[in-house]
């Protein structure tokens, strides 16, 4: 296993459950994934490093979880090396890592998404915006973090979004891509891909401001569920057929063809389901809400992608899931770490870690988002009681957390 956050700790531990599955390294990993694999202090993006460890150790599968290893060629290099690996090449990961080259597929094989123009010059770009409605959604065209997106409700917010994506090259140097705005409730449908066949996850919806009532700036997620009220058969259906589907046949068009996760972050729109991004990897934190209900090995499921071999759908619990994340004070901003944690052996549902690290017996922060509890449940309310119960044995001084996880649906 690549990486070392939530998302991995989720995916690991489904991967523990596995009848097929003897052994598990993860690099990095961290406190709450030591206690399921054996951890390995490589970057992950060192492909050089990781593919070394997985030759010397007789690794049979890889299975990357971060976007930048993808973006730096993992995928490339461990087949090239005979390696069986989880993840979509370099070129197929352009889905995530451009969002040019994203809207320019939807566009070329009638993806449903919003219009777009796309600009290098910080002149053009701000009068584009200013001679338009407010507001305006401003994407950096590349990896930034989870970051790079600013929702613009006037002109000087647009101003100083576009200066640093332009001007002061925030996030490295690239272009910014400016969308219509629309309106909806967003959810995030995952499928594992390989070629042209596409097996679906269930629906999530994850909450990205910092703060009650959708406040705040934006994180990199505070939490997330299952079960989604708002979201019909038939739109799953459309979705799946006419987004997913249809993505992954446009990328095996295009000669690079996806075997990993594709994750399609979609609103409900008055006009329709549309696409407000593709990433190219589970999503976090969705994953942790989304792994704990499959009832499949899913090693057989990540082999099937990495080899390319067709296999029966996977099959899942019926039951919901919540996920609340608890951060550190200043997070997304500047924020303390070393903070001891104590009571997580305590919680009676999952607790996902995020960023954390032990210094002896003690369970210290090492991240903005430190941990997610994770509760399943027959319904939706019964879950958030489950997860919140343990939110309150755990006891930190420096964390804090949103109250009101799955607002859209317990309304």
């Given at each position: 296993?690549?990486?070392?956050?939530?998302?991995?700790?989720?995916?690991?531990?489904?991967?523990?459950?596995?009848?097929?599955?003897?052994?598990?390294?993860?690099?990095?990993?961290?406190?709450?994934?030591?206690?399921?694999?054996?951890?390995?202090?490589?970057?992950d993006?060192?492909?050089?490093?990781?593919?070394?460890?997985?030759?010397?150790?007789?690794?049979?599968?890889?299975?990357?979880?971060?976007?930048?290893?993808?973006?730096?060629?993992?995928?490339?290099?461990?087949?090239?090396?005979?390696?069986?690996?989880?993840?979509?090449?370099?070129?197929?990961?352009?889905?995530?890592?451009?969002?040019?080259?994203?809207?320019?597929?939807?566009?070329?094989?009638?993806?449903?998404?919003?219009?777009?123009?796309?600009?290098?010059?910080?002149?053009?770009?701000?009068?584009?915006?200013?001679?338009?409605?407010?507001?305006?959604?401003?994407?950096?065209?590349g990896?930034?973090?989870g970051?790079?997106?600013?929702?613009?409700?006037?002109?000087?917010?647009?101003?100083?979004?576009?200066?640093?994506?332009?001007?002061?090259?925030?996030?490295?140097?690239?272009?910014?891509?400016?969308?219509?705005?629309?309106?909806?409730?967003?959810?995030?449908?995952?499928c594992f891909?390989?070629?042209?066949?596409?097996?679906?996850?269930?629906?999530?919806?994850?909450?990205?401001?910092?703060?009650?009532?959708?406040?705040?700036?934006?994180?990199?997620?505070?939490?997330?569920?299952?079960?989604?009220?708002?979201?019909?058969?038939?739109?799953?259906?459309?979705?799946?057929?006419?987004?997913?589907?249809?993505?992954a046949?446009?990328?095996?068009?295009?000669?690079?063809p996806?075997?990993?996760?594709?994750?399609?972050?979609?609103?409900?729109?008055?006009?329709?389901?549309?696409?407000?991004?593709?990433?190219?990897?589970?999503?976090?934190?969705?994953?942790?809400?989304?792994?704990?209900?499959?009832?499949?090995d899913?090693?057989?499921?990540?082999?099937?992608?990495?080899?390319?071999?067709?296999?029966?759908?996977?099959?899942?619990?019926?039951?919901?899931?919540?996920?609340?994340?608890?951060?550190?004070?200043?997070?997304?901003?500047?924020?303390?770490?070393?903070?001891?944690?104590?009571?997580?052996?305590?919680?009676?549902?999952?607790?996902?870690?995020?960023?954390?690290?032990?210094?002896?017996?003690?369970?210290?922060?090492?991240?903005?988002?430190?941990?997610?509890?994770?509760?399943?449940?027959?319904?939706?309310?019964?879950?958030?009681?489950?997860?919140?119960?343990?939110?309150?044995?755990?006891?930190?001084?420096?964390?804090?957390?949103?109250?009101?996880?799955?607002?859209?649906?317990?309304?």
């Amino acid at each position: 296993m690549v990486g070392g956050g939530g998302r991995e700790h989720a995916i690991v531990e489904a991967l523990s459950r596995s009848k097929r599955v003897e052994r598990i390294f993860c690099a990095p990993g961290n406190a709450g994934i030591a206690s399921l694999a054996q951890c390995v202090p490589l970057k992950d993006t060192d492909i050089e490093g990781l593919k070394a460890f997985a030759l010397g150790n007789a690794v049979d599968l890889t299975v990357v979880g971060p976007e930048a290893a993808l973006a730096k060629g993992i995928a490339d290099s461990f087949r090239a090396a005979g390696l069986a690996v989880f993840g979509h090449t370099a070129a197929a990961s352009r889905i995530e890592t451009s969002k040019e080259f994203a809207k320019q597929l939807m566009a070329k094989y009638d993806i449903p998404t919003a219009a777009y123009r796309s600009f290098t010059d910080f002149d053009e770009a701000f009068a584009y915006v200013s001679s338009r409605p407010f507001p305006a959604v401003l994407k950096y065209d590349g990896l930034a973090a989870g970051k790079g997106v600013v929702i613009a409700a006037d002109r000087a917010e647009a101003e100083a979004a576009l200066r640093d994506m332009l001007l002061d090259a925030k996030f490295g140097d690239g272009k910014v891509v400016v969308e219509d705005y629309l309106t909806g409730p967003e959810f995030s449908f995952m499928c594992f891909v390989t070629g042209n066949r596409v097996w679906p996850m269930p629906l999530s919806q994850d909450h990205k401001r910092a703060f009650d009532g959708d406040l705040g700036p934006n994180t990199g997620g505070m939490g997330a569920y299952t079960g989604l009220p708002f979201i019909i058969d038939e739109d799953r259906s459309f979705a799946l057929e006419n987004i997913m589907q249809r993505a992954a046949d446009a990328m095996c068009a295009e000669g690079c063809p996806l075997s990993g996760v594709l994750y399609g972050g979609l609103m409900k729109t008055p006009d329709g389901i549309k696409v407000i991004e593709f990433n190219a990897r589970f999503g976090d934190p969705e994953t942790e809400v989304v792994l704990p209900l499959i009832r499949s090995d899913i090693y057989d499921m990540f082999e099937a992608v990495a080899t390319g071999r067709d296999t029966s759908a996977p099959e899942w619990e019926d039951a919901v899931t919540m996920g609340v994340v608890l951060a550190s004070k200043g997070y997304p901003g500047s924020y303390a770490k070393g903070v001891e944690i104590r009571g997580v052996e305590d919680a009676r549902g999952i607790v996902f870690h995020m960023g954390t690290k032990r210094e002896g017996e003690r369970l210290l922060t090492a991240g903005g988002r430190v941990m997610m509890c994770v509760a399943k449940a027959p319904t939706l309310a019964e879950a958030k009681e489950l997860a919140y119960a343990d939110i309150d044995r755990i006891e930190c001084d420096n964390l804090f957390y949103r109250k009101d996880i799955a607002h859209w649906a317990l309304k």
